[in-house]
C-alpha cells in the first residue's frame, strides 16, 4: 500500500481507522514533511527579492538540502509501514517457535529504525528552520514557526515510537544505545525548535 499515493482525505481516513499503519510513525513522517515543505515556502518567497539578495545563495542552498530532507521524510511514510507490518507477523508466531525471540528481535530494531530516523532527518529540518526564520522574508516568519512546531511534533511522535520497540528488545545494551540517540536529539533540537516558534509568538 503506497500512502503517498493516496490524497490527504483517503490517508487521514486510513489513518483514523483499525488499520494497522499508517499509525504514530507514518503520521510523524508526514508532520516533519510538512515542517520542510514550510522550510520551502519560506525560502520560495525570499529568492528573488532586492531586499535579501545578499542571502540569495544561502537561501538557494538551505533549499536544496530541505527538498532532500522532504522527500526523505515523505519516504518515511511508507517506510515505516514497511517495518511495521514484519513485527505484527512476528507478533502472531507461537509462543514455542524456536527462533520466535531471534524473529522479534530483528523486527523490533527494525522498527524502531525508522522513527529513529525521522527523528534525524525532523531535527535537521529544525536545523535549517533556524536559518530561513533568520535569513528569510520576514512575512514568512510564521510559516518557518509552524514549521518548527511541526518538526518538533514529528520528532517527539518519532521518538515514543522507538521507545514502544525498545522497551520489548532483549538485547538491553542495543535498547539503551537507540533510546541514548533519541534522548540526544529531543534534548538538543526541541528547544531550539521552541525559541524558533516562541521568537515569532511572544512579539
Known amino acids: 500500500?503506497?500512502?503517498?499515493?493516496?490524497?490527504?482525505n483517503e490517508f487521514l481516513d486510513?489513518?483514523?481507522?483499525?488499520?494497522?499503519?499508517?499509525?504514530?510513525?507514518?503520521?510523524?513522517a508526514l508532520a516533519g514533511a510538512l515542517a520542510?515543505?514550510?522550510?520551502?515556502?519560506?525560502?520560495?518567497?525570499?529568492?528573488?527579492?532586492?531586499k535579501y539578495a545578499d542571502v540569495e545563495d544561502e537561501i538557494k542552498s538551505m533549499m536544496a538540502e530541505m527538498t532532500e530532507l522532504k522527500d526523505n521524510l515523505a519516504a518515511c511514510i511508507n517506510k515505516d509501514a514497511e517495518m511495521f507490518m514484519p513485527l505484527a507477523e512476528a507478533y502472531r508466531m507461537p509462543k514455542d517457535a524456536p527462533d520466535r525471540d531471534e524473529v522479534m528481535e530483528r523486527c523490533l530494531a527494525d522498527a524502531a529504525a525508522t522513527p529513529l530516523e525521522i527523528m534525524e532527518l525532523s531535527a535537521k529540518a529544525i536545523e535549517l528552520l533556524e536559518g530561513f526564520a533568520a535569513k528569510g522574508s520576514k512575512l514568512a516568519v510564521s510559516d518557518a514557526a509552524t514549521g518548527a512546531a511541526l518538526a518538533k511534533g514529528a520528532m517527539m511522535g518519532a521518538a515514543v515510537n522507538v521507545r514502544v520497540n525498545t522497551r520489548l528488545m532483549k538485547d538491553r545494551a542495543r535498547a539503551v544505545e537507540l533510546d541514548g540517540r533519541a534522548d540526544a536529539l529531543i534534548a538538543d533540537f526541541a528547544p531550539r525548535a521552541d525559541e524558533i516558534f516562541n521568537n515569532y509568538y511572544d512579539k
Open 1 to 8: 500500500m503506497d500512502m503517498l499515493k493516496k490524497d490527504i
Open 14 to 28: 486510513v489513518l483514523g481507522s483499525s488499520e494497522p499503519v499508517p499509525g504514530g510513525g507514518g503520521a510523524s
Open 36 to 50: 520542510a515543505a514550510l522550510g520551502l515556502m519560506v525560502g520560495s518567497l525570499t529568492v528573488g527579492k532586492k
